[in-house]
């Protein structure tokens, strides 16, 4: 089984790439914020659960997440592997994921990262910002994001170096470019 972590900040195109990847490869998408979306939309146990966490401005427990990702992983049958979107963000869950593959006996395959500079990112979410009426997503906003997602992001960079796990992928240019970029790599890693 192959088990992939796509990371980037907000707006590099990880959701567009993960999607391009699990179609390409016959992985499944694993997204925990389209987790938690749908499972509030369904009004689920557990949707009820994660919605009163989010409401009280606080976040959903670690060890909730790996709880929700592993219940995710079963339901998938007939995959050759998983691209994660969006998890680990800490290095707590990227250890927790460890000990949850390690319990299978598997490991994490790959980690790519999606490499835009701010000015693209703060470009991109401000355009979709205006395509999509998102009055939030201001360029304040936006910096705030970047720099929560770096000072979480670099020491999972770091783990995952060390481990020879690693690998950074340039994310500008068109979407089937990055994608063929993505490919390769993973396909010296299968």
């Known amino acids: 089984m192959f088990y992939l972590i796509l990371f980037g900040p907000p707006g590099s195109g990880k ?3 993960s999607v391009k990847i699990a179609e390409r490869f016959n992985f499944a998408h694993i997204s925990t914020g389209d987790i938690f979306r749908n ?3 369904n009004k689920t146990p557990l949707g ?3 919605q009163r966490i989010i409401e009280k401005g606080e976040l959903v ?3 909730l997440l790996i709880e929700i990702l ?7 049958e007939n995959v050759d592997g998983f691209v994660l979107d969006g998890f680990p963000r800490t290095l707590k869950q990227a250890e927790d994921f460890d000990h949850l593959l390690s319990a299978k006996g598997q490991d994490v395959s790959l980690v790519l990262a999606l490499d835009v500079n701010e000015e693209e990112i703060v470009k991109r979410l401000l355009k979709r910002a205006e395509l999509e009426g998102r009055k939030d997503d201001t360029e304040e906003v936006i910096r705030k994001r970047m720099n929560v997602y770096y000072t979480q992001t670099k020491p999972l960079i770091e783990y995952y170096k060390k481990r020879g796990k690693y690998e950074s992928v340039y994310g500008i240019g068109s979407i ?3 994608s063929e970029k993505l490919f390769k ?3 010296k890693h299968l």
């Open 15 to 17: 959701g567009t790439q």
């Open 39 to 41: 499972e509030i939309k």
């Open 48 to 50: 009820l659960k994660v």
């Open 61 to 63: 427990s670690d060890e």
């Open 70 to 76: 592993s219940q995710a992983m079963e339901k998938y």
């Open 176 to 178: 089937d470019d990055i």
């Open 185 to 187: 790599s993973i396909e």
